[in-house]
């Protein structure tokens, strides 16, 4: 069993930057991948970023692409999401999860954190 715990999330305004962390409480296996999904009101729950945990491969949605930067520290068992030139439609509770399968898929997820809220005033 994995226990995923996000922190960093808070309140920014309009093109500021923010880090979250995802810290695991186990040995983070090798052959998972962490991703980082968030979900707005009224909306599903939405990829963002996932990272393969032991080769650093990662894959992100259009949307952040290029503002948005995954990475992990095996040595810690701890995933981060970087995230610059924050705008208002990122508001929303990010989410990180742990998954063998898809990793652009919620439905694949084995463990999930219990979110941090991001709001990005304008």
């Known amino acids: 069993q994995v226990q995923l715990v996000e922190s960093g999330g808070g309140l920014v305004q309009a093109g500021d930057s923010l880090r979250l962390s995802c810290a695991a409480s186990?040995?983070?296996?090798?052959?998972?991948?962490m991703g980082w999904f968030r979900q707005a009101p009224g909306k599903d729950r939405e990829f963002v970023a996932a990272?393969?945990?032991?080769?650093?491969?990662?894959w992100y949605s259009q949307s952040v692409k290029g503002r948005f930067t995954i990475s992990r520290d095996r040595t810690k068992n701890t995933g981060y999401l970087q995230m610059s030139s924050l705008k208002p439609e990122d508001t929303a509770v990010y989410y990180c999860?742990?998954?063998?399968?898809?990793?652009?898929?919620?439905?694949?997820?084995?463990?999930w954190g219990q979110g941090t809220q991001v709001t990005v005033s304008s």
């Open positions: 999860g742990a998954t063998s399968g898809n990793v652009k898929s919620s439905n694949g997820y084995d463990y």
């Open positions: 186990a040995r983070f296996f090798d052959h998972y991948a």
């Open positions: 990272i393969h945990w032991y080769g650093g491969i990662t």
